[in-house]
């Protein structure tokens, strides 16, 4: 089963290689989805983001989810000494960078529970894959038809941030400035909330970001610095030139 | 002739010992480690015209973590990162066991057969041209 929609802003790829796997579990990912978009939306005036931005929901007013997504903001803020922060300078609370792995990851535990064990799932460029061995490129930052490397998974996530795509859009909270001391960084690990966030936290640390990523137990690291050198942990999954037969 | 791609490791495991040696207790050690590189002299690449021998290095800011205050240090030749090394470790066997190899690679550019693309969050307008696309194309 293969699906593609565009949810959130970007498209979202799944293919389920099990065969009794309904289509109403895929129906059940997109609607997942789609609820996060409405309910986490920075850019939608309603949504339970938006309200907590302008005070108008506390803290103790917020649903169990948003509370988690709020957990997992600190968590970062205060491992990257204040370069990942969902309240940057000068702009709305934004917790996008964590509400993108998380909700992607919560997607995929759903078509796990639904008995799919053999798929991959793609969300604008972050992928969660289950059941391999599953090949998963790394765009090339600089030829968007060339990867710069392939990762072999069996089962884990593999994120990325850059800023080829949407310009200078992640910012330095420490600075309030845009993040550029990386060209691009890809976080492997076991959950997609993880390597999401810490893509996301590393490039806006810049380039000690790629040490303080490496260290995270469990995250394996390949990063493009601003020169086009790249610096990758030892443990980075680079699968086999070819295909295994 | 394909150049044999300069791998240089950034021995930051070999600076281990020297942290789980220090004397210090509890808290955290700090130990003004050298650059564990220096760049080698082909690294230098178009758009990095200045790649002196001893780079210019910066020191990042100390990052609270569970285990204690990190920083690192960062060595540059010209844009390019050549080293990359710890200041500030927790004094924690933990944190010390799993401070990361690094491994300096030049940037290939390649084409292979895969299953999914992974990349900066892509626009729903440029998903067209994008290589998912066309991984979603010819599967469906």
Known sequence: ?245 | MKRAIPVVVLSIAGLVPVWRYEPSAGGTTSTTAEPAVTPSSSASSSGSGSSSASGKVVKGTTVNTDKGPVQVQVTFAGDRITAVSMLQQPNHPQTTAAVPKLIAETLQAQSADIDSVSGATITSEGYKQSLQAAIDAKGA
């Open chain 1, 1 to 245: 089963m293969r699906r593609v929609e565009h949810v959130m802003g970007f498209p979202v790829s799944l293919r389920v290689d099990d065969e009794g796997v309904s289509e109403e579990a895929a129906d059940a990912v997109f609607a997942w989805l789609r609820e996060v978009d409405s309910r986490f939306s920075p850019f939608r005036a309603d949504s339970e983001v938006s309200r907590h931005g302008r005070g108008e929901l506390r803290r103790d007013q917020l649903s169990a989810d948003l509370a988690e997504v709020l957990d997992l903001c600190e968590h970062y803020r205060v491992a990257t000494g204040g370069a990942f922060d969902a309240w940057p300078p000068g702009r709305g609370f934004d917790p996008c960078a964590v509400v993108k792995g998380w909700s992607v990851q919560r997607a995929a535990d759903l078509l796990r529970a639904a008995g799919a064990g053999r798929f991959v799932l793609n969300a604008g460029g972050d992928v969660v894959a289950s059941g391999g061995p599953w090949r998963v490129g790394v765009r090339h930052p600089e030829q968007a038809d060339k990867l710069c490397t392939v990762a072999e998974l069996t089962d884990g996530a593999v994120a990325t941030s850059a800023r080829y795509e949407r310009g200078d859009h992640i910012v330095d909270g420490r600075t309030g400035r845009p993040a550029t001391g990386l060209l691009s960084m890809t976080v492997v690990a076991a959950s997609l909330t993880e390597a999401d966030s810490v893509a996301t936290a590393a490039f806006a640390l810049g380039a000690e970001g790629v040490a303080w990523a490496a260290a995270r137990p469990g995250c394996e690291v390949f990063a493009v610095d601003a020169a086009g050198g790249v610096l990758r942990t030892e443990g980075f999954p680079v699968a086999s030139r070819s295909r295994a037969a």
